[in-house]
C-alpha cells in the first residue's frame, strides 16, 4: 500500500499534502488525563502517543467536539505542549464547538487527527540568541510549546503575553513557574502594563534586539507586530487562522491568498501554514 | 463472504462505495486513512481544460448538520493532471472516475478529448450541476435542453463511459434525468449540492466571499434519497447516490431506494475512515440479513 | 425601547415574529409557554373546505437536525373553525392568519370567501405548496402559471389580504415569487417544506406511511435563506421568512436578506418558548446595534 | 392573559388541549440527583416540583436529549416516580436521544415539559381489589409510580414483570424491597419464569382474579394482554407509545387509528393518552 504513495514523494508541488499526510494519526479515543478551567479558557492533556512523539511546535490537530452530526465538522486547535505520551491543547471557548469540547471532563475521550501542519522554523543559528514570542489571548496556546523548544535548542526566548484583561492572561504563571522570561499586558491595565502587547512590543525593542520574532493572535496583533518586525528588520513567523473543513489539505477551503516567489496564490492554510514567514503574507488593510 | 460487488454496466466496483467529487482530493491525501485500493473507487476534484483560481475565501461555513461551500472549483487542468496526477495514481486497483467541468458545453467535450487520451481513468462523471460558477448559481443541469445538450455532446467523442451529475436544485428532478439518459448518459449521480447561504448578522454580510454557495452534509439527506428514490422509478441506467452520507445505514437507504452504488462526501471531512467505516458495516448488514450479494438489495423499498 | 413594530402594508405588527401554520395549533395549545398577544402574529393549522382525516401514521422522522412530517392536514373545515374556534381567539390582541389549502383552485376560494363573513382574522396564508397533498408532492406552487391562476382567482373575491405561501421545491423561486404578485399577491412567504423521504433499512419501508413528507427545522435555512435573498431583489411586495428559524440570529439573518417578519415552525416544538425568545434576542440586537426601529435591518445584506 | 383560555375551557371536543396545557410546565434546568444504570437502562432523579406535585401515573414528559440541533426534538418518557419535589424517568438507551440522555450525570440538568397527557385511570373502587400490572422491558417504567399510587389507594397491585433476559428486569429489586407482590419471566429463562409474561398472566388467571389490568410494553405484548384480558372480561389499560413531535396536542404527529364513541378516528396520543382502555384500541392485526 505504501509503495505508490512513496512514488508521490519525489513530486513537491502539489504533492505536499502527502509528505504531511504520511506523518498523520487519527486517535478516536484519545483518553483525556488532565482538565483545567479558568473562565472561557479551557486546557485539556489526553493521551496520544504517536502524535506526541511527532508534533512539532506550531502544528495543530483536528478535534471532534461531539459524536452527533451539529456541530458536524472538526475544530482546528493548535498543540500547546508536549510530554511524554500526552498532547494539551488550550483553547477559548469562542462558539459552538468549542464550548463543547469545554464540557469534556477527565476519562473523558477526544476523537483527534494529528500532527497537521507546518510549524515554526526552528534552526540551530537561534542559538544562544534572544527571540521574541508574541501572544494574543488565545494565541497563547502554541507558544508554550514553542518556548520549550527553543529553550531546548539553547535560544533565549521571551514572552509577550496579552489580553483584554486578567482573565485573558491566564497561562502567565505556568510560564513564571517555569521560569520563562514573560512581559504581560492588558488593555484595561487590570494586571501587568496597560495597552496592548503590540505596544509593549514596540517601546521594548528600543532595548531588546531579538533575531527573530514568533507571534500568535488576533489578526489585527499580528499585523501591527509585521509592521513593528518590519521596521526592525527582525525576521518574523505568523501563525494563522482561517476556517477548515479537513485540516489536511483535501478540501480548499482554508485558502488564503499568499505571496509565493513572484506570484500571489490562494493557498492552504492548513497544509502550507499555518506557520508562515511575514514576507509571505498579504494584511488585510494591504490587500486592496 | 458477502459479495459486494455491484455492476454499473458499463463499469463494476468491487463495491459500491466511491469518494465524492471535490471531498477527496486527489485520493492521495487520505492514504494515511484508508487503503484506496480497498474503495469501490473514487471520483477526484472537478476538472476544468484549463487552471482555475477559485473563488476568495471565506469559502466554507459551517450550518446545522451540514457545510455550505463555495470553493469555486480551484483547480490544476487538464494537462498538469495528465502530466502530474495520472501516473500516480494508475497503480491503485480501484477506479478512477474524473469529474469534468466546463463554462460551455465545448469545454466539456475538450476535457473528455483530452482525458480521453490518457490511460487510467475508469469514466468521466459529466459535472453539470455545480453552483459555484461563473454561471452564478445556473448550470446546465437546472434544464432537460441544456442537460441533454451538454451529454450529447461529450457522448459524441467521449470513449469512456459518462456518469452526469445532476443538481437537486430543480422542480423535477425526473425530467432532468431522462434527457440525461436520452442524452446518452451512461449513469446519473444524484446529487451535487443546493444552493444556499448563511449571513453574519453582526456585519450584515454574507458569511461566504462568493455570496452563495452549495450545501452539502447529512442535512440534505432527505432530500436527495428522495431524488434517488424518484429517478430510480423513471430511468434504465443506473443511478450513484449523493448526500449527507456518513453511515452503512445511510448508504443503504440509497441502495433501498434504487442507487447502484453510493458517493461519500462531506463525510470525509468529518471522519477521514468514513469510507472505510462503511464498506464494513454494508458488510455486517448483509451477513445479518443473509444478503449473499448486496445488488440484491438495490431498489428494493417495498411501499 | 426599540421598535420592533414592522409594517406590510396591509398589516402592522407588533413584531416580526409570526408562527409557521401546523406548528402552533389553533395558538392556544401554546398559552402555557408563551402569552400569546406578544406576537406579532400566528398562523393556525391549514384548513380547507370540508374536514379531512390527514394521512396514516407514521407521520413524522426526525433526520439531522430536521424534521420530516406528513400530516396530511388533518383538519376540522371552515365551518367548525369559524363556529368554534374562531370566537375564542378574537380577544387575543394579535394577528390571526389563517393557512387557507385547497385540492383545488376553487377550493381556496371557497375557504376565504366563507372566512370572509367571519370577524377576527388579520389577513389569509395561502397555502399553495404543501407537499402532502392527494396532488402527490405536485402543488400549485411548482409552476408560475398555477400560481398565477389560484392567486388571481382568490384575490377577485377575497376581502383580507393575501400572502401567497411559496414552495422551496422549484428550480427558479423568483419566476414563482414573481408570478403571485402579479396575479395580486399582497405578500409572500417562504417557503413551505422540502419533499423528502426516510427508509428503515431494516424493513426496507418508507419511515413514512406516505412515503414523502417534508422536511422543515434547521437543516434547511440555509436553502431558504437563500431563496428569501434571491425574491428580496425581484419583489415589491413584502417577504414572510420561513425555515429552521430556532434563534434570534436566524430571524435576523432572514430580515438582513430581506424578509418584513418571520415564522417560527419546528423550533416550537423543540422549545415552545422559541417565539417568546426570539422577541427578546431581537430586542437585544436592536439595543446593542443602537438600532432604533427593527424595520432598518430588513433587506440591508452588504454584498 | 388567563381569561380568553379560561372561556375555552367551556368547550371540551377539540379543545381538551387547552385543558392539559394548563397544567404543564417547563423546567429547563431541572437539577439531577440521583443515576443508576444496568447495562442499557438508566434511571435518573431530578428537582421538578411543580411537575412532582400534579403528577398522575401514566403521564409522561418530553425531554431535550442535548442542547445542539442534532438530535432535534424531545423525546418522551413516563413518569418513573415522584416523591416530594422530584420526579424519577427510567429508560432504555434505544437510539441517538436515549443514548445521550444516559451520558448525563448528577448535577448536570435536564430541560423538561410536564406532565403531559393523560393517565390511568384510578378510581375508589378498586380499594381492597386485586389488579394486575404487566410491563415488559422498558414498559415496566410507569408502573413503578402507579403500583405506589394504588398502594396508597388501598388496591392490591401484582406486578408482572417479563424481559428478555435477566438483564432486561432491572427494577426486580425495587419493587421486592417494598413488598410488592411481583412475577418475573425471562424469554430465556435466565431468571424467573421462563418464556413471556402474557404466557405467565395467562396461566395465573386460572386463580387470580383481579378487577382492571394497566398494562406497558412492546406492542405485540399489549396485544396479547388485550386478547387475555377480553377473553376474562377483565377491563384493561394500556399506555401506548408514538413517535411525537411534541408531546402537547400541537403537531398532529402522533395519532394512531381508535375507535371513538362508534366511529374510528385519527386520535392523537400525546392528549388523549397516552393511556388507554382497551375497547378504543384497534391492535395492528386487526387493522387489515
Ligand atoms: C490552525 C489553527 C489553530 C488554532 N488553535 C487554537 C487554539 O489553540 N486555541 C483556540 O482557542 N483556538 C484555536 N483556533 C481557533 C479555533 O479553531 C476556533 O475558535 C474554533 O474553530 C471555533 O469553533 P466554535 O465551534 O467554537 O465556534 P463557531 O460557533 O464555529 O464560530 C465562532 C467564531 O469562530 C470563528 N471560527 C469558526 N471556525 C474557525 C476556525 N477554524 N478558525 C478560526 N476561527 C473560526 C467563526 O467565524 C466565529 O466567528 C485555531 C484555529 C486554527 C485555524
Ligand atoms: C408516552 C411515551 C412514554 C415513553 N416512556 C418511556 C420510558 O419511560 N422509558 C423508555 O425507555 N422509553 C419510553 N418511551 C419510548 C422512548 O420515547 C423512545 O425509546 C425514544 O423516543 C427513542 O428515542 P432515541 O432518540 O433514543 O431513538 P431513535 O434513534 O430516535 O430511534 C430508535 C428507535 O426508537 C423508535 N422511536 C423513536 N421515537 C420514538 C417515540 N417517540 N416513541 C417510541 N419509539 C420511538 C424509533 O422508531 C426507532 O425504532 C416512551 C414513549 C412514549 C410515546
Ligand atoms: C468542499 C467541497 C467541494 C466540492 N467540489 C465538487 C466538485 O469539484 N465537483 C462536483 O461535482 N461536486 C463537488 N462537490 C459536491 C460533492 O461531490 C457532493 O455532491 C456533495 O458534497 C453532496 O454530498 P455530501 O453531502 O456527502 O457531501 C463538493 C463538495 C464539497 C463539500
Ligand atoms: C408538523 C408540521 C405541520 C405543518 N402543517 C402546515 C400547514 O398546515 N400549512 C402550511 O402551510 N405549512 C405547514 N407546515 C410547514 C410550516 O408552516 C413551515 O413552512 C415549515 O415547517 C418550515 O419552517 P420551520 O423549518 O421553521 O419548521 C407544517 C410543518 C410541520 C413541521
Ligand atoms: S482545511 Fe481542507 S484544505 Fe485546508
Ligand atoms: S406529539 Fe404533537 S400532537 Fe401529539
Known sequence: ????????????????????????????KALIILK?????YCLLGFRAERIATEAQPGQFIMVRSGDNLHPLLRRPISIHSVQDDTVEIFFQQAGIGTRLLGQKEKDDTLDIIGPLGKGFHLENSLQEKSVALIGGGRGIAPLYFLAHKLRNLGALPRIYYGGRTINDIPLRKKFEEEDFEILLTTDDGSFGSKGQVTDLLHVSLQDFSPIRIFACGPEAMMQKVSRIAREKNIAAEFSLEAIMGCGFGACWGCVRKLKNDTQE???????????????????????? | MTDLSVDLGFLRLKNP????????GYGVEFTPFVDLNELGGFVVKGL???????????RLVETAS???NAIGLQGIGVKRFSEEILPRLKDYDTALIVNVCGDEDEEYAAVTEYLDKQDGIAAYELNISCPNTKRDGRCPALSPDTTHAVVSLVKKTSKRPVITKLSPNVTDITEIALAAQEGGSDGLALANTFLAMAIDVETRTPKLANVFGGLSGPAIKPLTLRMVYQVAQSVQIPIVGIGGIVSGNDALEYMIAGASAIEVGTANFVDPESTKNIIRDLEAYCR???IQRIEQIIGTLKV
Open chain 2, 66 to 68: 451540514g457545510l455550505i
Open chain 1, 265 to 288: 496564490e490562494w493557498s492552504k492554510i492548513c497544509e502550507e501554514g499555518p506557520v508562515f514567514p511575514g514576507e509571505k503574507i498579504i494584511w488585510q488593510e494591504e490587500e486592496q
Open chain 2, 17 to 24: 462505495v466511491l469518494t465524492a467529487s471535490g471531498t477527496f
Open chain 1, 1 to 28: 500500500m505504501l509503495t505508490p504513495l512513496l512514488k508521490l514523494l519525489r513530486y513537491s508541488d502539489i504533492f505536499v499534502v502527502a509528505k504531511i499526510a504520511i506523518r498523520m494519526h487519527k486517535e478516536p
Open chain 1, 36 to 40: 483545567r478551567t479558568w473562565g472561557d
Open chain 2, 288 to 290: 445479518k440479513n443473509g
Open chain 2, 48 to 58: 476544468y481544460f484549463h487552471p482555475r483560481p477559485g473563488n476568495p475565501p471565506p
